[in-house]
């Protein structure tokens, strides 16, 4: 078995508009990322009783997904983070607290040239940036992501794709 490794993984955010195809190489966020994490999505299920001795079954809908990165912030990168948040884009170099957070697609593709898989999620808007410094360390924060199962027109947000 061969386990996905962290040199064979590459994560981009990019413009809720721009299409997989078009991601280029520069659109990589490297040297930053120490960890990430997707979850949520699921779907709770609830048995009523009912009288007759029966029971309905109450779906309701999906969870929001979340995805959250653990970060080092770079002096060149020191912005970014916080123009993700505030209504910025990946290349923000000012922040302002009066805007909002711009929709977003993360892609994360891992490959070993013969094997891939790839998440890609859309419409992520960020909903918190943690940013934390103690006086023995460096700058870093957890950027937290959410979005929804499926967009407006009932498509969905999140792909996963893989070959083996």
């Known amino acids: 078995m061969a386990a996905i490794l962290p040199n064979e993984t590459s994560l981009y955010i990019v413009s809720s508009g721009i299409a997989g195809s078009a991601v280029?190489?520069?659109?990589?966020?490297?040297?930053?990322?120490?960890?990430?994490?997707?979850?949520?999505?699921?779907?709770?299920?609830?048995?009523?009783?009912?009288?007759?001795?029966?029971?309905?079954?109450?779906?309701?809908?999906?969870?929001?997904?979340?995805?959250?990165?653990?970060?080092v912030v770079s002096y060149a990168n020191a912005v970014r983070w916080d123009g993700l948040l505030m209504g910025g884009n990946i290349s923000s170099t000012?922040?302002?607290?009066?805007?909002?957070?711009?929709?977003?697609?993360?892609?994360?593709e891992a490959t070993d040239t013969s094997k891939y898989r790839t998440m890609a999620m859309d419409n992520c808007r960020a909903v918190t940036w943690e940013p934390e410094m103690g006086a023995d360390e460096y700058l870093k924060g957890t950027m937290t992501f959410k979005f929804s199962a499926t967009d407006s027109t009932g498509g969905s947000n999140l792909k996963v794709n893989n070959t083996i």
């Open 24 to 71: 280029a190489s520069s659109d990589a966020v490297t040297t930053e990322i120490t960890s990430f994490s997707v979850n949520g999505g699921g779907r709770n299920i609830e048995s009523v009783p009912v009288f007759g001795n029966a029971f309905i079954d109450k779906e309701t809908p999906r969870d929001q997904f979340e995805v959250s990165m653990d970060v």
């Open 94 to 108: 000012s922040a302002e607290s009066s805007s909002e957070a711009l929709a977003k697609r993360i892609f994360i």
